[in-house]
């Protein structure tokens, strides 16, 4: 049996979850996208931004691990989508490298892994195999604008 590039595609894996890539966000200061050097591609750090919101709280004081997980998702989203700006498309994605989450949480908070899963989940139900990658999930005392967390990828191109 042939294999279907098109239903197997990032885009139809995207589509088949209800998805749509968003616009690359604009940078909130100084500071470029994302940089490639060769292959590799790395995005800076991206808040979870829903209807032109930053998504704000704390993980353990304001907000649900369950809250943190969507967050997550929509932060990862908006990296997927300056890492395939930068790839010339989802397509032009040949794997990724690494996810680091940042965590906005309250200092006895210690499930920063399943807030980042969200992240993680959403970049292998997108891009298949190619999704796979190393990974960081830190707690932090404060991010930018108070959002809730803040995701940054590496991927090649």
């Known amino acids: 049996m042939t294999e279907d590039h098109n239903t197997d595609s990032p885009e139809a ?4 979850l209800g998805l749509t890539l968003p616009a690359p966000p604009a940078p909130v200061a100084k ?3 994302f940089v490639a050097a060769g292959s590799l591609i790395v995005t800076s750090g991206v808040l979870p931004i829903r209807d032109g919101r930053v998504i704000t709280g704390r993980l353990g004081e304001t907000m649900t691990v369950e809250a943190g997980v969507a967050a997550a998702r929509v932060a ?5 989508s300056s890492l395939a700006s930068a790839a010339g498309g989802l397509g032009g994605i040949v794997g990724m ?4 989450v940042f965590v906005r949480c309250a200092t006895d908070f210690a499930r920063q892994p399943e807030v980042a899963d969200g992240a993680s989940e959403l970049l292998v139900a997108i891009l298949g195999p190619a999704g796979a990658h190393a990974r960081v999930a830190v707690g932090v005392a ?3 604008l108070e959002a809730c967390l803040e995701v940054q990828l ?3 191109r």
């Open 13 to 16: 894996r995207m589509a088949a």
């Open 31 to 33: 500071y470029a996208p």
């Open 76 to 80: 990862a989203l908006g990296a997927l």
């Open 97 to 100: 490298v690494s996810l680091t």
């Open 142 to 144: 404060e991010l930018p």
């Open 154 to 156: 590496m991927g090649r």
